[in-house]
């Protein structure tokens, strides 16, 4: 009898498991958005580079990870990404010669909003457990992850020139 018990507990944690376990591990909560102001345009050659060049990097490198990029104003690019049709995010980027800013424009999805209240993050590894003032930006962790990844991708095409 003592062992039937233990048997059905331990197939009831089982299936609890099974089937709460992904959908909390997946519920993550919102992060600050991570500023990217002012970064420098580095060139593989030492070369300044003209604003048509660095267009261009900016272009491939994003395509590199499926974001796609148009072109807005002069000096300014609309990059998004839309991953498996659920998740959208939009960057804004503007360049000179110099210099490229990746800005948050828009999203769906990904859980965007303010803090309401000042707080301290959870996750130890999100800035290392510092207060976040009221009306912060925050998204979804992947949101960071996807920018950092689409920076990386631009420098890589940049340094290609």
Known sequence: MQTRRRLIAASLAVTVTAMFGPAAHAARPPVPIVPHD???IVSGSGNTLSLEE???AITRGAATH???ATQGKPGELVASINVRNKHYASVTIKYSET???VT???STNLEYGLSSIPSVSP???D???TAMPANTPVIHPNYNRWVDT???DINAELRRL
């Open 123 to 125: 996750r130890r590894e």
């Open 99 to 101: 210099t490229y800013s």
């Open 54 to 56: 660095i267009r261009g």
């Open 66 to 68: 499926d974001w796609v």
């Open 127 to 129: 800035f290392s457990n």
């Open 38 to 40: 002012n970064m420098p």
């Open 150 to 152: 689409l920076i990386r």
């Open 104 to 106: 948050y424009r828009d």
